[in-house]
């Protein structure tokens, strides 16, 4: 015989998942705020101070964000991210998906190309930029020795102390080094589709071409989001290559805003500034977020309507 | 009642473990030695390293009953990294490895976070002003004071590749003029004049200073930095000339940025690609006899009297500095005495100097010669009697403009910017951090 529940029953069985939730979340919602919301609060006092990291701090109100807007070596480095971006959506992102869906519609191996492919991007980012220091070093490397034995004299550059090839240099080694991360990802979304759609959809005489544009690029589109996240904010925070690499030099050339934020708060020990320039990063983040959230939401409402 | 009983007999047994625990801890903390920290760059890198490394680990293990070191080894100029974050968050160490001029230290000397040499000299029995070489403390004098206990001290020497010269049939070039007018016949054969970069401002701006210290009166602009806060000189401006035409005539690597830093340059030398460098006493006892080669002179600039032959370039901006609230603490500074006073003694610099090619910075300091590597030997007695230039690290007076004139340097070699634009640059740091 079926009984209801008492209503009491139901409310204590509420409460105590209630502090089920509660006590799973606890741990790391305090370590989230101590970690993170704190020093972001942190930050924001600092932008707004004049301090070395020594003796007294000094109130100067917005000065920091001034001199930012006025700081030319802000703004190549802003310009430089801001290609960085573009240069992950048209190179990475595109590598990306044909990889992954090469390595989606070709089963046999799939484990071990998946391997291969992710690789690069578990290695540290310190030894990835020597190993490229060393082969596009313009007087030792192999680059440039291979270009001159060939007799391609003319395209042998001296690649990282050039203004106009040093950024697409190290840019493209992120690049290089990211796909393999974005294949997973992306690769996951696909695998994720049930076999019968992809199935139907061959049977009614879809191509390679054809399941791809309108079969599977559909039913990826969160994890599409999700990986164009990763990157956008990869690039609004990459430090590691172009400072091992070149310093952000010459000059600021390949610099990117986490480049600048650095020297301002270390090598320059402008610790405002530097403060300033990474609540900037903070904000860019949560904008380039919200824009991309939005395209994404927008398309979906489009594509019901 | 029984509950009462157990509730009592539970209450007591909390009380009492509390008292007890109370009570170890209080006779812990009267036994308790000092701990201090020492944040330093020497990890074993290489053999020498760890004879270095091994020798500081006996002696720390050594005073363990007195007192214990924490080490906290971070190495190269990311040391000024943790330094600057321990800084933040006052959480400075008690003894620090670093650089003692104002381009570095001087944040830290302003916040008046440091003790001056002498206050530890008042405190010491071993260790007095006298102790260390009078010349040495040019190099890191602050608003007329020292804070920096001289360890770290170097001698440099230019080095020159004779297969090359063997090779190619020409005679050593002794100027710039005669380097430039070689270049072409040189590039052709595949070497490149000058193995010489600049990343980080490193080793560039050595090198710079080197031509800078021929032309009369770099030396009084250089003193006078701190005051006049001004690096727009005519003589400044000359050398950068040299630099520029060096660099046209391609006496310098293509990749000015990429065989920048420390090892890049000198690879370039010691892999026998180039003609001319220069490096640190250590650095040349290790280019080994792949290719033949020797100590020789700076290149002289043409247009200068300067007497190369009587001219070094040595280094002795790094040593001790002391947390000033650590030295007042009275449970730490016989501590801080004691380790500060075996780091600087005559045993540990002669292990330095043997296994590193670090020159001993005190008067009187007892090694075995037939220990020290005899180029490192030929090195410095070569130079102990010529007079050592002084160079823009030293006297530079503020952080941000030295990373900025560091910064801008790397362009300038790289090529990238000029004259006038790197010298506007390093002027507008000047003046905006002129307080």
């Keep these: ?305 | 009642m029984s509950k009462k009983v157990n509730m009592k007999k539970c209450v007591g047994g909390v009380v009492l473990s509390l008292v007890m625990t109370t009570a170890m801890g209080m006779s812990a903390m009267a036994d308790e030695i000092p701990t201090i920290r020492f944040a330093h760059q020497d990890t074993a890198s290489s053999e020498g390293m760890q004879v270095i490394v091994d020798t500081l680990d006996d002696y720390i293990a050594s005073v363990a009953d007195k007192y214990i070191v924490e080490q906290e080894v971070v190495a190269g100029d990311d040391l000024k990294t943790k330094i600057a974050t321990d800084m933040a968050s006052d959480n400075l160490p008690d003894i620090m490895w670093y650089w003692g001029a104002a381009s570095d230290a001087g944040n830290m000397i302003d916040a008046d976070l440091l003790i001056t040499v002498d206050e530890f000299f008042e405190a010491s029995e071993k260790l007095s002003r006298d102790s260390f070489k009078e010349s040495l403390w040019d190099q890191i004098t602050v608003n007329g004071k020292n804070y920096c206990l001289p360890v770290d001290n170097l001698e440099s020497n230019w080095v020159v590749n004779t297969s090359i010269l063997d090779e190619l049939g020409i005679e050593m070039p002794t100027t710039y003029n005669e380097l430039i007018a070689v270049s072409d016949q040189i590039n052709e054969a595949g070497y490149i004049p000058i193995a010489m970069g600049c990343k980080g401002g490193n080793p560039g701006h050595w090198w710079v200073d080197s031509i800078y210290a021929q032309y009369e009166g770099s030396r009084d602009e250089l003193l006078d930095i701190s005051e006049s806060w001004n690096i727009d000189t005519e003589n400044f401006r000359k050398t950068l000339q040299v630099v520029s035409d060096l660099r046209e005539a391609n006496c310098l690597p293509q990749d000015t940025i990429a065989n920048g830093d420390w090892g890049p340059y000198w690879a370039l030398f010691t892999e026998g690609k180039a003609l001319f460098s220069w490096s640190w006493a250590g650095g040349i006892a290790g280019i080994g006899d792949n290719f033949d080669w020797e100590l020789c002179d700076m290149l002289k600039v043409d247009e200068t009297d300067a007497d190369v032959s009587n001219m070094s370039e040595p280094y002795c901006g790094a040593g001790l500095l002391i947390n000033k609230k650590s030295f007042n603490d009275e449970a730490k500074r016989a501590a801080i005495v004691d380790f500060v006073e075996w780091y600087c003694s005559s045993e540990f610099q002669a292990v330095t100097f043997i296994n590193d090619g670090v020159v001993p910075t005190l008067v009187d300091c007892d090694y075995d010669e037939s220990q020290v590597d005899p180029i490192v030997q030929e090195v410095v007695s070569r130079n102990s009697t010529r007079e050592g230039l002084i160079t823009h690290m030293a006297t530079i007076p503020n952080a941000s403009v030295w990373a900025d004139y560091q910064n801008g340097l790397d362009e300038f070699i790289a090529g990238t910017m000029t004259i006038d634009e790197y010298i506007e640059y390093v002027q507008d740091s000047l003046e905006s951090n002129r307080e």
């Design chain 1, 1 to 305: 015989m079926k009984t209801a529940l008492p209503a009491i029953g139901k409310s204590s069985r509420k409460r105590r998942e209630t502090v089920l939730v509660m006590a799973f979340t606890l741990p790391s919602l305090v370590l989230f705020v101590m970690f993170m919301i704190v020093p972001i609060f942190g930050a924001m006092y600092l932008s707004l101070t004049k301090w070395s990291g020594a003796g007294a701090i000094k109130f100067i109100g917005i000065d920091n964000y001034t001199n930012l807007l006025h700081n030319r070596d802000f703004w190549i480095s802003f310009k430089n991210s801001l290609i960085l971006i573009a240069l992950h959506l048209i190179f990475q992102l595109t590598l990306a998906l044909f990889f992954s869906y090469l390595l989606y519609r070709t089963r046999p191996g799939m484990r071990f190309f998946r391997s291969v492919f992710f690789l690069p991007s578990v290695i540290s980012a310190t030894a990835i930029g020597v190993m490229f220091s060393l082969l596009f070093n313009a007087d030792l490397g192999p680059i440039n020795y291979t270009l001159h034995k060939i007799g391609l004299d003319s395209w042998a550059l001296p690649w990282l102390s050039n203004k106009t090839t040093v950024l697409f240099v190290v840019s493209f080694i992120i690049i290089w080094q990211f796909i393999g991360y974005h294949v997973v990802i992306i690769l996951a979304g696909m695998k994720a589709i049930p076999e019968e759609i992809i199935e139907s959809a061959i049977i009614d005489g879809a191509n390679t071409v054809v399941l791809f544009f309108r079969v599977v690029y559909p039913l990826i589109k969160d994890m599409l989001q999700v990986s164009i996240i990763f990157m956008v904010t990869g690039c609004l925070k990459a430090f590691d290559h172009s400072y091992v690499m070149t310093m952000g030099g010459p000059g600021v050339s390949s610099s990117f805003l986490a480049v600048f934020m650095y020297k301002q708060a270390y090598s320059r020990q402008k610790l405002g500034l530097g403060s300033a320039a990474g609540l900037v990063i903070l904000l860019l983040a949560f904008i380039c977020t919200r824009i991309i959230n939005w395209i994404f939401y927008h398309k979906d409402e489009e594509s019901v309507t």
